[in-house]
C-alpha cells in the first residue's frame, strides 16, 4: 500500500513538474566541438497573466495597487522586478544548464559576455504567469520562452529555435515573493533544456 501511494505522489509530482518542449526550427550538429555558447536574455514581447497584460500594464497595475496599501512600496517593488532578472532569472536559467551538462561529463560552458563565442543563445522571455501565496493558498509560477540559437555575429541566422511552455515555478515549503517563484521557473527551464541537449546534441 505504501508503495502504491508513493508511486502516486511520484507520478503528480512528474505531472506537476512537467512541461511542453518543441523544436520550431533547425538542428542540433552545429553545437559538437563547441566549448562555449554565449547567452542573452529579452523581454521585448513578455506578456504576463491569463490575461496576457504587457510588461508595461502589468507593472504599471502592481505600482499602482501595493502604492494605494502603503506609500512607496509599488516602487520598492517596481526596481525589485527588473533587478531580479539578472540578478535571479539569468543566473538560475545559466545554472542549471551548466550543472546539467557537467553531471554528464560535458565541458562546454553557456555563459553571458561570451562575445567571442561562435554561437549565442537568446532567451525569449514570451509568457509568464507569477503564481501566488496567500498562506493557506498557493500556486507555482509558469514559465513560457522561446530560445534561438544563433550565430553571434550574425544573429539573423537562426540555427535552433526550441519552445519552452509553462515552466513550473515554485519552492519547497513555498514562497511569499513572485521573483522567487519565477527564477524558479527559469531554473526549470534551464534544467530541461541542459537534459534535452545531452539527448539530442551530446549522444
Given at each position: ?7 502516486a ?8 513538474s ?66 531580479s ?21 560535458q ?97
Open positions: 500500500m505504501k508503495k502504491a501511494v508513493f508511486a505522489v511520484l507520478f503528480v509530482s512528474a505531472l506537476a512537467a512541461q511542453d518542449i518543441d523544436v520550431k526550427k533547425g538542428d542540433f550538429g552545429f553545437l559538437a566541438g563547441q566549448k562555449e555558447i554565449n547567452v542573452e536574455f529579452t523581454y521585448d514581447k513578455l506578456k504576463l497573466m491569463e490575461d496576457n497584460l504587457s510588461d508595461e500594464k502589468y507593472v504599471a497595475d502592481r505600482v499602482a495597487d501595493l502604492n494605494s496599501k502603503e506609500k512607496g512600496k509599488g516602487d520598492i517593488w517596481k526596481k525589485k522586478w527588473y533587478s532578472r539578472e540578478d535571479a532569472f539569468e543566473p538560475k536559467f545559466i545554472s542549471l544548464v551548466n550543472t546539467m551538462l557537467e553531471k554528464k561529463g565541458s562546454v560552458n553557456f555563459g553571458k559576455g561570451l562575445g567571442s563565442a561562435k554561437y549565442t543563445l537568446i532567451v525569449e522571455a514570451v509568457w509568464i504567469y507569477p503564481g501566488y501565496n496567500v498562506g493557506i493558498m498557493k500556486k507555482g509560477a509558469k514559465v513560457s520562452t522561446n530560445l534561438k540559437f544563433v550565430e553571434t555575429a550574425n544573429k539573423g541566422n537562426v540555427l535552433l529555435e526550441i519552445s519552452m511552455e509553462k515552466a513550473p515555478g515554485d519552492i519547497f515549503g513555498g514562497s511569499f515573493s513572485n521573483e522567487d517563484r519565477i527564477a524558479e521557473g527559469y531554473a526549470k527551464t534551464g534544467k530541461s533544456l541542459g537534459q534535452y541537449l545531452l539527448k539530442k546534441a551530446y549522444k
